[in-house]
């Protein structure tokens, strides 16, 4: 099995920062994709940032300039550092990740149970 587990979550002001974290868990042989989703009450969840393997990364358009998003492959463990937080930006972020189990295994792909994050004052 394996698990994400996401930490860094909370309440900040307006023009705050936060940074979040992922690390999977469990029976790991690679780590591919790496990203973090959110969904605000009401609303579908959407894409914040991707990072593949080589640090390559993918940003919604709103959120550039503003987060950012790395990853440590030796610790399977992804990151967003969220800056100039706006209120607009409360919701609940969600880890995801493409895990391979094995060598023989496909990736598989796999969510965070999700940390919140509220911006207001």
């Known amino acids: 099995q394996v698990q994400l587990v996401e930490s860094g979550g909370g309440l900040v002001q307006p023009g705050g920062s936060l940074r979040l974290s992922c690390a999977a868990s469990g029976t790991i042989f690679m780590v591919g994709n790496m990203g973090w989703y959110r969904q605000a009450p009401g609303k579908q969840r959407e894409l914040v940032a991707t990072?593949?393997?080589?640090?390559?990364?993918n940003y919604e358009d709103s959120m550039k300039g503003r987060f950012t998003i790395t990853r440590d492959n030796a610790k399977n463990t992804v990151y967003l550092q969220m800056t100039t937080l706006k209120p607009e930006d409360t919701a609940v972020y969600y880890c995801?990740?493409?895990?391979?189990?094995?060598?023989?295994?496909?990736?598989?792909?796999?969510w965070g149970q999700g940390t919140q994050v509220t911006v207001s004052a």
């Open positions: 995801n990740a493409d895990v391979r189990r094995g060598q023989a295994f496909r990736p598989r792909n796999s």
């Open positions: 990072i593949a393997r080589d640090g390559s990364t």
